[in-house]
């Protein structure tokens, strides 16, 4: 099970919308739609921010959205606040009750 | 609203063994499952296992099978990872997380506030 392929570091300025990819394979996200997204803030424990690919929890503001093509999934932040700032983990199903994170992504709001 | 309670921070030696326990309340433990992640500091979050709450049956990630074991205690609603042959690399924060919904095991609703082991001479 290789971890799932995200950037390093995005970036972007208040108002201003992001896109964070997270790559895998046909064995995991090509071959399920079970792809969720984790926002975590220094020192605190991971939190759902999309799961389903593009579904979104109670709470979770609509400026976040996840979409899914072929092998790659995105999670978009529309509309940049301070508060985005944080790292962001993608997860997949990867079958037979396993799961992989993507390496994980830093974004900065400018 | 759903609480998962873990234990406190641990301190072991090389090759010793550590059990860390994650107490939920308000969680089903009917046809629920729980997962267990870990993060090094600095580094990303890695998926360990999923135990099933009420069977007791587990699955391991490859890389953590012969050296982890899950277990649960339905009478106390608690669910408990142990690592054993622990090295350097295994010194990490240690989060249980549960999904929201019965018979879901692709996302985790819930985390617990992670315990630290550290594992140094």
């Known amino acids: 099970q290789s971890a799932l392929t995200q950037p390093r570091s995005v970036s972007g300025s208040p108002g201003q919308s992001v896109t964070i990819s997270c790559t895998g394979t046909s064995s995991d996200v090509g071959g399920y739609s079970y792809v969720s997204w984790y926002q975590q803030h220094p020192g605190k424990a991971p939190k759902l921010m999309i799961y389903?690919?593009?579904k979104r929890p109670s709470g979770v503001p609509d400026r976040f959205s996840g979409s899914k093509s072929g092998n790659t999934a995105s999670l978009t932040i529309s509309g940049l606040q301070a508060e985005d700032e944080g790292d962001y983990y993608c997860c997949s199903y990867a079958g037979s009750n396993t799961l992989v994170f993507g390496g994980g992504t830093k974004l900065t709001v400018l | 609203q759903v609480q998962l309670v873990q234990s406190g921070a641990e301190v072991k030696k090389p090759g010793a063994s550590v059990k860390v326990s994650c107490r939920a309340s308000?969680?089903?433990?009917?046809?629920?499952?729980m997962h267990w992640v870990r993060q090094a500091p600095g580094q990303g979050l890695e998926w360990m296992g999923i135990?099933?709450?009420?069977?007791?049956?587990?699955n391991y990630a490859q890389k953590f099978q012969g050296r982890v074991t899950m277990t649960r205690d339905t009478s106390t609603s608690t669910v408990y990872m142990e690592l054993s042959s622990l090295r350097s690399e295994d010194t990490a924060m240690y989060y249980c997380a549960g999904p929201g919904a019965e018979g879901v095991v692709t996302r985790f609703d819930y985390w617990g506030q992670g315990t630290l082991v550290t594992v140094s001479s």
């Open positions: 308000r969680y089903t433990f009917t046809n629920c499952y």
């Open positions: 135990i099933n709450l009420s069977a007791g049956t587990t």
């Open positions: 389903d690919v593009s």
